[in-house]
């Protein structure tokens, strides 16, 4: 097994505040392993350890066999690329400009700039824009910008720090997508993200964080094996009404494989007989008036991070536009 990344108990205090307790963790050559929890969860602090830019208080961490407190001093830090979530551009330089002097930073040669430069213009949709100052570019070019310009030094080991925060849907679909080529092409990508549905599109393993602990780490057909299962109902109430979680108290005495999450007026529901508990639901008119929308759906990352973390979100409104894994403000990672 080819590791880049090793971490066994990484922990990082700040005054009284504890951003990550005793993380142990490894990253295979290859893999685009994530770092998933809501904000606060301690992602963006593990980045910053790994990359030689904080200091462990305590446990220990190598990257691509260097300690993390000698990566910046040694040679290898040239096989590496950190993307943080601020915009990596000047932003008075044109597209071409940043991109050329990011190589020139690095060492390159005229002939290896002349290489590499139209390639990754290419191959993050920049063509027709290399003259634009970065300034004009949209969010969402602004970022693959930072990627391509990341990508100059061919790094063995790229980090992006939830690199679709703030694009818009369009945007971070064809981010998705470079990424995706990246991952293919064999580069070896540590990605932080508070997003289930990037992270279950994307990621080779996952580690999920909640209060600067490991909840748990494994694939992504692992983990809802694990933790959901393939199939859950979701049930939707019109209102805030605790006679439907009555109903599943009293089922689960007979039903010793029910389980149920609750986030305000939305069940995810569990069961070795999800169809009967359906139809069963279906047939109290008593409960039904209360229903906007019930439904068997496949079991994804998202139910198997409620599963894990029920405990954070008991009094969170669940929405097509605020799901639990963007909850938790204040980033303190």
């Not at 305590?58 to 407190?69: C, E, P, Q, R």
């Not at 590496?80 to 390159?108: A, H």
Request: hydrophobic share 40%; glycine share 6%; proline share 2%.
């Amino acid at each position: 097994m080819d590791l880049v990344i090793e971490c066994k108990n990484l922990t990082k205090k700040f005054e009284n505040f504890t951003a990550v307790r005793k993380v142990s963790f490894s990253v295979e050559k290859g893999e685009l392993f994530t770092l998933l929890g809501p904000n606060g969860a301690g992602k963006t602090t593990i980045v910053k350890l790994l990359t030689g830019q904080l200091r462990a208080t305590s446990g220990s961490a190598k990257v691509l066999d260097v300690n993390i407190n000698d990566i910046l001093k040694s040679d290898k830090k040239y096989l590496l690329s950190y993307v943080p979530q601020e915009q990596l551009i000047w932003e008075d330089l044109t597209v071409l400009e940043n991109i050329t002097l990011m190589g020139k930073l690095y060492g390159l040669k005229k002939q290896e700039l002349d290489k590499k430069i139209p390639k990754l213009i290419s191959d993050f949709g920049l063509a027709g824009h290399e003259k634009k100052r970065a300034e004009k570019l949209s969010g969402g070019m602004k970022r693959k910008l930072s990627i391509a310009m990341a990508l100059m030094n061919d790094p063995l080991l790229l980090f992006l720090d939830e690199p679709t925060t703030g694009l818009d849907v369009h945007a971070r679909t064809l981010l998705m997508e470079d990424l995706k080529r990246l991952k293919a092409a064999g580069t070896t990508i540590v990605l932080t993200t508070h997003l289930m549905e990037e992270a279950e599109a994307l990621s080779s393993r996952v580690l999920i964080l909640s209060q600067g602990k490991i909840v748990s780490i494994g694939s992504i057909e692992d983990l809802i094996a694990e933790h959901v299962g393939e199939k859950v109902l979701q049930v939707g109430l019109t209102k805030d009404s605790d006679e439907f979680e009555v109903y599943l108290k009293t089922k689960r005495k007979t039903d010793s494989d029910l389980d149920y999450v609750r986030i305000k007026d939305t069940f995810f529901i569990k069961s070795g007989i999800l169809t009967e508990l359906m139809d069963d639901i279906m047939k109290n008119e008593s409960l039904m008036e209360d229903i906007m929308e019930i439904n068997i759906k496949r079991g994804g990352l998202k139910e198997t991070f409620l599963f894990m973390t029920r405990e954070l979100y008991d009094d969170v409104v669940l929405s097509s536009e605020e799901t639990p894994e963007t909850i938790k403000e204040g980033e303190g990672e």
